[in-house]
């Protein structure tokens, strides 16, 4: 939201079919990420189809957020809390900038994980620690055979919180994990969209000539030994508007 893609028209589900002249059907998803996050340049083309139509929009690379996260109030909630990556400091932050002001809440907080697809798995454990302990939440299952578990051993701050949930077709990774757990363990309220299902540690080895190899090492389960992969999360309040808004998220879960 209020990105220079958004305000160029840009909308989620798009279909991108060349950055700057390159073929996105040449590029895995991992490459266009990367290209899109390159900072040696400023402008990038970019052609989108839209029916039988090919448009091609020229954006501004920037910094769209200076903190992980942000907090505002909002009437009949304990508040939105939107968090736009999930890579440290983001939940240090938080417990030092908001838990004072959320532990005073009666009502729902609102965790807000659109378009939240970057992060990493400890910080998206820590995360959900804030809310819940539990011995396992959930494991990788690594293609040897092996588990590699996921704890939450610490006492929760805001255990007593209840949680509404915001979820899209961007909510990719890390947030997956988060909005997972705290669906099946906290009986957290999904509202929105299915999310892809892109839940999976990757392991990173470079090579001799400057280029990498990126290898999927583990998917991951719930406890409960439902898979996130390629299912993602279900919302229990499905958003059905074209182009949902805050305004349209807002109205759904208050009317829950």
């Known amino acids: 939201e209020n990105s220079p893609a958004e305000k160029k028209g840009i909308q989620i589900g798009d279909i991108f079919s060349a950055l700057d002249d390159r073929p996105t059907l040449t590029m895995s998803l991992i490459e266009t990420h990367l290209y899109l996050k390159d900072r040696e340049k400023n402008l990038l083309r970019i052609r989108i189809l839209r029916g039988s139509k090919t448009e091609e929009i020229t954006i501004k690379r920037t910094l769209l957020f200076k903190e992980p996260f942000s907090y505002t109030l909002k009437e009949n909630t304990g508040g939105l809390l939107k968090i736009h990556h999930l890579y440290p400091p983001c939940v240090s932050k938080i417990k030092e900038k908001?838990?004072?002001?959320?532990?005073?809440?009666?009502?729902?907080?609102?965790?807000?994980?659109?378009?939240?697809?970057?992060?990493?798995?400890?910080?998206?454990?820590?995360?959900?620690?804030?809310?819940?302990?539990?011995?396992?939440?959930?494991?990788?299952?690594?293609?040897?055979?092996?588990?590699?578990?996921?704890?939450?051993?610490?006492?929760?701050?805001?255990?007593?919180?209840?949680?509404?949930?915001?979820?899209?077709?961007?909510?990719?990774?890390?947030?997956?994990?988060?909005?997972?757990?705290?669906?099946?363990?906290?009986?957290?309220?999904?509202?929105?969209?299915t999310t892809p299902g892109l839940v999976a540690k990757q392991s990173y080895i470079p090579l001799e000539n400057g280029d990498g190899i990126l290898l999927t090492s583990g998917i991951f389960y719930l406890k409960s030994e439902k898979t996130l992969w390629k299912k993602g999360v279900e919302p229990d309040i499905k958003i059905t508007e074209k182009n949902p808004n805050l305004t349209s998220y807002l109205k759904r879960s208050l009317s829950y």
């Open 98 to 193: 908001i838990i004072p002001r959320l532990k005073i809440q009666k009502k729902a907080l609102i965790l807000d994980l659109r378009n939240c697809h970057e992060g990493d798995i400890e910080e998206a454990r820590k995360l959900i620690n804030l809310f819940m302990k539990a011995r396992e939440i959930g494991y990788f299952a690594q293609k040897n055979g092996t588990r590699q578990i996921l704890s939450c051993p610490q006492n929760p701050e805001l255990e007593k919180l209840r949680l509404i949930i915001w979820t899209n077709q961007a909510t990719i990774g890390a947030a997956e994990i988060v909005a997972g757990v705290l669906k099946e363990f906290k009986e957290a309220k999904i509202v929105g969209l």
